[in-house]
């Protein structure tokens, strides 16, 4: 969660207005797109997922997803065509083919995923101002290529400095920093 925090702070800067945005996560369906997923649901925003098959998101987060979705007008669309999700979006975002606990499957994603890699090719169909996120670390051309994780329009060391300043605001929301008061057990 911390990480999804960041990464719409960083479309807040870069953006403004996250109901007017559209994200494309591209790949694996994991924890990050989960987290992705719900934050987009909660904030209003647009989001298009592509995996492959078998590879999208659990039902029951997505069944949370759109239900918090109903009350909050956020858009979600889910498809295995990478190329159609990124279609005019503000932001592509991708994570590794390969999470940690599924390392037994590095090889049979390294055939399934290359579709999705993130390349000037499906870069150029989004949006011109367009960024690339990603939650890093990332696997150099797997993933993602140089050419596009070292472009302009790359945001991923925005992302990662937005990650310390959110989980700043959570400590202090927590230990009751100047404005907020310090959350409380129930048994205290």
């Known amino acids: 969660p911390c990480q999804a925090l960041a990464d719409y ?6 953006f403004g207005n996250l109901k007017k945005i559209c994200v494309a996560y ?6 990050v797109m989960h987290s992705l ?13 592509a995996t492959p098959k078998r590879y999208g998101p659990n039902p029951q987060i997505l069944s ?11 858009v979600i669309e889910l498809m295995t065509d990478p190329h159609r999700a990124v279609k005019g979006v503000d932001a592509i975002y991708t994570d590794a083919w390969t999470s940690m606990g599924h390392e037994h499957e590095t090889e049979e994603r390294a055939r399934i995923f290359p579709p999705y890699q993130v390349n ?3 870069m150029s169909g989004a ?30 060391f ?9 989980q700043k605001a959570i400590l202090m929301m ?3 920093g100047k404005g907020h008061q310090p959350l409380r057990s129930a048994h205290a």
């Open 158 to 166: 925005d992302q990662a400095e937005n990650r310390m300043h959110i």
């Open 9 to 14: 702070f960083t479309l807040y800067e870069k």
């Open 120 to 122: 000037d090719k499906l």
């Open 37 to 49: 997923l719900l934050t987009s649901a909660l904030l209003g925003s647009k989001i298009r997922i």
């Open 64 to 74: 949370d997803a759109q239900y918090i979705a109903k009350n909050t007008g956020a």
């Open 26 to 31: 591209v790949g694996d369906g994991n924890n």
């Open 127 to 156: 949006a011109p101002h367009a960024v690339f996120m990603h939650c890093l670390p990332a696997h150099r051309n797997e993933e993602v290529t140089d050419g596009v994780i070292d472009s302009a329009s790359s945001v991923v």
């Open 174 to 176: 927590l230990i009751g």
